[in-house]
C-alpha cells in the first residue's frame, strides 16, 4: 500500500463525461452562488423576525444552514476540478469529503425527522404545543441532530481510513465511502456492518415520520383549518423528505449493486442530486408555501432606500 500521505485519488466520473467544462463551470457557479443566496436570505429573514421565532422556523433555519454547510464543502472542489484538465483529490482531501458530505446527509435527514414529530404536535396535539416543544427542548433536538450527525459520520471516516488501499480510481466525481472501500485490499465486513447499522437507525427515523404522518392525515381530514395547516407547513416538509429520501435510495441501491456499464452521466445525477436539490429547493419551497416568510422577505427586501 502506498504512503497514505502521497495517495492521490481519480475522479474518474467528471473526466470522462465532462467535456465542455466551462459550460459546466459558469452554470454551477451560478447555482452554487443562488443555492446560498436563497439559504441566507431564508436564515436572516427568521433571525429579524421575531413573529418567526418558533419551533418550526427555528428547525427551518437549521435546515438552510445545514444545506450551506453542505453546498460550500462540494461546490468549490467541483469547481476547482472543472477549472482543471484532470480532477484529482488528494488522500486526506477525500475523507474530509466524506466527513463532510455524510454529516450534511445524516443532518438533514434528522432536522426533517425533527419537523415531522413538530407538525405531529402542532396538529395532532394542539393545546399541549407550548408545553412540549419548548425552547429547551428545540435546543436539546437541536444539539441531538448535529452530535448524531457528527459521531456518525466520524465512525464511517474512521472505519475507512484505516483500510489499506489497491486502487485509486473513483468511478464518481466526489468521495465517498462506499467508492473508497470498493478499493480496498482487506476484508471490509466491519464497515458493511457499520453502514447497517446506519440505515436502520435511519429507517427508524423514516418509520417515525411516517407513523407521523398517518396521525396527522387522520386529524386534517376532521377540520378545515387543520387541512390548511397542512398544506402550508406540511406539504413543503414532505416534498422535501421525498426528493431526498428517493435521491439517496437510488444513490446507495445503485451505487452497491447497478451496473458498472451503465452511462457515466447517469451515475453523476444520481449522485448529485441530493447534494445540489435539497439545498436549493427547500428555501424555495418553504418561500412559497409560508405565507409569515414571503410577508417578511418582501417587506424587507422591497423597502425603498431613502436618500
Not at 435546543?139 to 457528527?150: G, N, P
Not at 489497491?166 to 466491519?190: H, Q, R
Not at 435510495?249 to 451515475?267: C, E, H, K
Not at 445540489?276 to 432606500?305: D, G, H, M
Amino acid at each position: 500500500m502506498a504512503n497514505a500521505t502521497e495517495i492521490v485519488f481519480v475522479l474518474q466520473g467528471l473526466n470522462e463525461t465532462m467535456s465542455n467544462k466551462r459550460t459546466y463551470f459558469v452554470v454551477t457557479l451560478l447555482v452554487y452562488l443562488f443555492t446560498i443566496l436563497v439559504n441566507l436570505t431564508l436564515i436572516v429573514t427568521i433571525i429579524l423576525e421575531k413573529t418567526l421565532h418558533e419551533p418550526m422556523f427555528i428547525f427551518l433555519c437549521n435546515l438552510c444552514v445545514n444545506g450551506i454547510f453542505g453546498a460550500s464543502t462540494f461546490y468549490p472542489k467541483i469547481l476547482v476540478d472543472l477549472s482543471s484538465d484532470v480532477s484529482v483529490i488528494s488522500y486526506k482531501a477525500c475523507l474530509s469529503q466524506v466527513f463532510v458530505i455524510y454529516s450534511y446527509i445524516y443532518c438533514e435527514y434528522t432536522t426533517l425527522t425533527m419537523m415531522a414529530y413538530d407538525r405531529y404536535v402542532a396538529i395532532c396535539k394542539p393545546l399541549n404545543y407550548h408545553s412540549i416543544i419548548t425552547p429547551r427542548t428545540v435546543m436539546k433536538l437541536l444539539i441531538f441532530t448535529w452530535l448524531s450527525s457528527i459521531c456518525e459520520s466520524v465512525g464511517v471516516t474512521a472505519l475507512v481510513a484505516r483500510l489499506p488501499l489497491c486502487g485509486f480510481n473513483i468511478e464518481k466525481i466526489y468521495c465517498t465511502a462506499w467508492a473508497v472501500v470498493k478499493l480496498s485490499c482487506v476484508d471490509t465486513t466491519i464497515n458493511n456492518i457499520y453502514g447497517y447499522i446506519l440505515m436502520i437507525f435511519h429507517f427508524l427515523q423514516a418509520v417515525l415520520i411516517f407513523v407521523s404522518y398517518i396521525y396527522i392525515v387522520r386529524a386534517c381530514v376532521r377540520s378545515q383549518e387543520e387541512r390548511s395547516k397542512f398544506m402550508q407547513t406540511c406539504l413543503p416538509h414532505l416534498i422535501a423528505l421525498t426528493n431526498l429520501t428517493i435521491a439517496l435510495v437510488f444513490d446507495i441501491m445503485y451505487a452497491r449493486y447497478g451496473p458498472t456499464d451503465r452511462l457515466q452521466a447517469l451515475r453523476n445525477f444520481m449522485s448529485l442530486e441530493y447534494l445540489i436539490v435539497p439545498p436549493l429547493l427547500n428555501p424555495l419551497i418553504y418561500c412559497l408555501k409560508l405565507s409569515q416568510i414571503r410577508r417578511r422577505i418582501f417587506r424587507t427586501y422591497s423597502r425603498k432606500p431613502m436618500f
